[in-house]
């Protein structure tokens, strides 16, 4: 089971406080740590250096005989502490150790050594060479650290609980955060939920939010904006769709009871058959030019990109509605040259929809003009026809599915409304553009393939 976003930042963040704690502490405690044993060694260096001046003194020798005590009383004078002055053979002149510790020997002249007491309690000895009176001695001062130890050991658990606590609290205040800082997604999380066709207008408002979610809502709002548009285009196409269906099933439907209010004769029925057959053949088209379509919104289309030579595909077209061409009595005429990278098939279909498109509506007696040229990283192919300018209000729609400038000669001529669409698609789908212009006495269609 996968944890809640809320649950791993507060482990992480109270993982991080716990782990700054107890770096902090353990540097603070090194620090402690040293300046006491310094301190400690200091005092211990002082201790030796005592002796040495009292055993200097006169009537140091007798004292020592006569009052052992006053060495341990006075010398050692923290607890834990030990004395002994050996002579020069090796023989034990005072031995102030209350414990009756076993003391190693000392490590040389003044220097420090640690050793470890009875229990594993550490300790620490120096010794050093006096004279007591006329005679050379020998002074080993040592001190046994129980207190210091069980010092630092409360230390190291205040320490401990320190991280503890400075852990959980930030874990506290943590979730608290997180739960004040989401706040903001769990809104989009709402506003998520309540997103339906009839919502799709509302915006989040990205006034009050963090400026590390605006990014984010932004993403959303285009997102819903995006939803919307679809959602607008997808019910003007099922209306457009359910429009241009009834057409030809109305006229089938109509023409068939007709024909069977009565006896016909076999000429009327093979009429009335070529008639029906005539509009399921615009059905099939027109079925096929939404599935494309459809395709080619979810780039279902996979191009078959290869290299072209656009002077030859826009013969080939012009080749192909020349029939249709000279029975409106116009001509054809191809000119430029350039190359491109594209998918052939689409190439032509493209082109095939435009001049099917100025054929049908270019004055009759005129010339469409097929051109090719290269541009600044791209390739434009145009068709231009002479007929009516289409007015400005109608040119940004013109790849729109199903429209028409003329509905009534469109749907005549046996035009689903889907030719341009589908050049908007094709063009689309190699990166490039379709555009239109219209003025004066002529309309001329261009696409643009990118070639960079």
Known sequence: MKSSLTLRVTLAFM?????SVAGVGMFLYRAFVAEIERRDDLQLLGKLRQVQIVLGRPGAAELLAAQPDFFRDTMSGQEGSLVRI???????LADINPAGERTPAPPGQGA???????????????????????????VVVARVYGERTAMFARYRARILAACVVGGLAAAVLAALMLRRGLRPLRAVAAHAAM?????????????GAPSELHPLIDAFNAMQQRLQDGYARLSRFSADLAHEFRTPVTNMIGQSQVALGQGRSREEYEA?????????????????????LARAGQDEVLLARQPIEARDELERVADFFEGMAEERGLRLQCSGAAHLA??????????????????????????????????????????TNPGAP?????????????????????DAEGSTGLGLSIVSAIMNLHGGKAMVESHGAQTRFTLVFPTG
């Open 15 to 19: 993982l991080i406080v716990a782990l």
């Open 86 to 92: 050996t002579a020069a053979g090796g023989a034990v």
């Open 112 to 138: 420090i050594a640690s050793w470890r007491a009875r229990g594993g309690i550490p300790g620490r000895i120096v010794g050093g060479g006096a004279r007591l009176g006329n005679t050379p001695v020998t």
């Open 195 to 207: 997103v339906k066709p009839g919502t799709l207008a509302q915006r989040l408002d990205i006034a």
């Open 272 to 292: 009335l058959l070529a008639s029906n057959i005539e509009e399921l053949e615009r059905l099939a088209r027109m079925i096929e030019s939404m599935l494309f």
């Open 342 to 383: 594209a998918d052939p098939g689409l190439v032509r279909r493209a082109l095939a929809n435009l001049v099917s498109n100025a054929v049908r509506h270019a004055d009759p007696g005129g010339s469409i003009a097929l051109h090719a040229e290269s541009r600044a990283g791209a390739v434009a192919l145009s068709v």
């Open 390 to 410: 289409i007015p400005r209000e109608h040119l940004d729609h013109l790849f729109d599915r199903f429209y028409r400038v003329d509905s009534a000669r469109s």
